[in-house]
């Protein structure tokens, strides 16, 4: 479903037009995403796996190769696509449901049909929220959440508008180490059900094996791609595997080639 060839991106400072700086982000990247798989993207910090999300969803153009969604080369914003970020960026003036409704207020073509819709989508946020364990908790301000229950709202909001490709950033980074197994069950149960295509930056290389179906792993800036790790544990996977010695090798693999490149 999304296919990245030989995608560099080089950031150039100007100043009048003169070039000040270039610094290259990424070179010659290529990797392939199946549609309804879950990938991950791990690698040292600055070698570029937020600007490979930025670069799919069409946020970000690159200065070299080209990215293609359902075989179509990608030149603009997609609407397809859903983001959740390691900040759950929640509008502290709206409660959790208004939060979870607010792609459909401003994403055609939901944008146009809310008003006649709303009860449709009111009950779709509804039950998002029953997913991930948060009924009850949709006139809420998000001030009144902890972090991990924010971070489920922020899931919600990136789904409720069904994306084809749904895009996260260390969603769970600034969470602790148990709220953060807990919704990579969350996170999981979500996936099953919805069988949208996620690729997923995180430094957790636990939580990168335990989710994905495919780990690439990236060098230092430049990045590019070294390495691939399928991950092919029987699912729903439950938190147990992280101990088998299997799951352990590889998570010692997926450090080796961190550290080294």
Not at 21 to 34: F, H, M, P, Q, R
Not at 65 to 80: A, F, T, Y
Not at 101 to 119: G, I, M, N, T, Y
Not at 170 to 192: I, S
Request: net charge positive.
């Amino acid at each position: 479903m999304i296919e990245l060839k030989n995608v560099s991106l080089e950031y150039v400072s100007k100043s009048g037009f003169r070039t000040i700086s270039t610094i290259k982000a990424l070179e010659n990247v290529n990797l392939a995403v199946d549609r309804g798989s879950f990938t991950s993207i791990v690698g040292p910090s600055g070698c570029g796996k937020t600007t490979i999300l930025k670069i799919i969803s069409g946020l970000l153009p690159p200065t070299g190769g080209e990215v293609c969604v359902n075989g179509r080369v990608v030149d603009k914003p997609l609407s397809i696509v859903g983001m959740a970020f390691q900040n759950p960026v929640l509008l502290p003036w709206r409660t959790v449901l208004q939060n979870i409704l607010l792609p459909l207020e401003v994403v055609e073509p939901h944008k146009s049909q809310f008003a006649v819709r709303r009860r449709e989508y009111v009950e779709k946020a509804l039950n998002l929220l029953k997913t991930v364990g948060l009924e009850g908790f949709a006139d809420k301000k998000p001030w009144e959440l902890s972090g991990g229950m924010q971070q489920r709202v922020s899931l919600c909001r990136a789904l409720i508008h069904d994306p084809a490709i749904l895009l996260l950033d260390e969603p769970f980074g600034a969470l602790d180490l148990f709220t953060r197994e807990e919704l990579w069950n969350v996170l999981q149960n979500l996936w099953l059900r919805t069988r949208c295509t996620v690729v997923m930056v995180t430094h957790d290389l636990k939580e990168a094996l335990y989710l994905s179906d495919k780990v690439y792993v990236m060098s230092k800036r430049p990045g590019r791609v070294i390495d691939v790790m399928v991950s092919d544990y029987h699912r729903p996977r439950e938190i147990e595997i992280t101990y088998d010695e299997k799951f352990v090798r590889q998570m010692q693999r997926l450090h080796e080639l961190i550290r080294v490149k």
